[in-house]
């Protein structure tokens, strides 16, 4: 059984930083592209950025410049490095995990991060 467990969120001022989490169980890691996704309230939920296991990166345009994916194949563990951060980013982030080949697509319970000063 997959589990994404996030970890890291919390209250910043804008202009700040967050370091978020992901640690997975229940599959085999090098085959999921992992990724980050967000809710803020009465919004869907959207992309923050995706990173596959040969470490092609994909960013929303929102995030670019300042967020970083990162992954770590051994440890089962996915990062988000959020630098410069706006209120705008205020949201539930999710971690996710994907594979196309038999079909699979995980989320975990999210974590709350608010910029707020």
């Known amino acids: 059984q997959v589990q994404l467990v996030e970890s890291g969120g919390g209250l910043v001022q804008p202009g700040g930083s967050l370091r978020l989490s992901c640690a997975a169980s229940g599959i085999i890691f090098s085959r999921y592209v992992m990724g980050w996704y967000r809710q803020a309230p009465g919004k869907q939920r959207v992309l923050v950025a995706t990173?596959?296991?040969?470490?092609?990166?994909n960013y929303s345009d929102s995030v670019k410049g300042r967020f970083t994916i990162s992954r770590d194949n051994a440890k089962n563990t996915v990062d988000l490095q959020m630098n410069s951060l706006k209120p705008e980013d205020t949201a539930v982030y999710y971690c996710n995990a994907r594979k196309i080949f038999p079909p699979s697509n995980s989320w975990g319970q999210g974590t709350q991060v608010t910029v707020s000063s």
């Open positions: 990173m596959t296991d040969g470490g092609i990166t």
